[in-house]
């Protein structure tokens, strides 16, 4: 049974009609590991065939160890979102109900190769000096999420010292506990720094700075 229905099928390829460049989803899952794996597969091959731009890899995280490592996957269902390079942009758990628009809108700007930020964010990313990872909770209801995993995923595009996980809260509940994870979206900045909410690119930027100069 098909994951999207014909209605969303359609609406996606619609979406996805301006890709420019093309886009590699590389999924790593386990036979043994979350429920939600064959799901993850099965969406991620629905969304290869709406876009002749659109690609996907599958990997066994046990088996091909050596893909996982290059691609730091350390739980699954995990699926990488890469165009001409990768900009360290990953999901972990299905990406489902507001989280499968998040997906689209990476799949957009991975394309375009364009973080879409103004020009001083862009400035300001430029004076990194140190990684920053980030950890974007969130829950496949919560239509604030979506915003706080498009800005970090901006930032993971335009800044090589940044990379963005979009975790799924409810998939992965030790991390949630380990995070303290109570409400979405919530953003944990090198396993130190958090905030909650859906906040302005600046007030992000800001949080990215502090961590990473």
Same mark, same amino acid.
Request: net charge negative; glycine share 4%.
């Given at each position: 049974?098909?994951?999207? =229905? /014909? ?17 590699? @989803? ?23 065939l709406t876009s002749d731009q659109v690609y996907v890899e599958f990997y066994d995280v046990a088996v091909d160890t050596a893909k996982r490592d290059d691609y730091r996957i350390d739980k699954v269902p995990a699926t990488v979102v890469e165009g001409q390079k990768d900009y360290g942009i990953r999901f972990f758990g299905l990406p489902s109900g507001y989280e499968f628009a998040a997906l689209l ?6 394309? @375009? /190769? ?11 990313? #430029?004076?990194?000096? #140190? ?43 030790? @991390?949630?506990? #380990? ?6 979206? #919530? ?12 906040? =302005? ?13």
């Open positions: 049974m098909p994951v999207l =229905s /014909g209605e969303v099928t359609q609406r996606v390829r619609e979406k996805l009609q301006g890709l420019t460049a093309p886009v590699n @989803l590389v999924v790593f899952t386990h036979d043994s590991g979350s429920p939600t794996g064959e799901e993850t597969r099965a969406l991620m091959e629905e969304l290869a809108e990476a799949l957009r700007l991975v394309s @375009l /190769g364009d973080s879409m930020l103004t020009t001083s964010t862009c400035e300001q990313l #430029k004076t990194l000096t #140190k990684p920053v990872h980030l950890q974007v909770f969130v829950t496949p209801p919560c239509p604030y999420c979506v915003e706080a995993v498009q800005t970090a995923q901006q930032m993971a595009i335009e800044s090589e010292l940044v990379t963005t996980d979009v975790v799924e809260a409810a998939e992965f509940p030790q @991390l949630s506990l #380990k995070y303290r994870i109570f409400v979405v979206p #919530k953003v944990i900045i090198n396993e130190r720094e958090a905030f909650v909410g859906a906040v =302005s690119e600046a007030e992000f930027l800001a949080h990215v700075m502090k961590a990473g100069v």
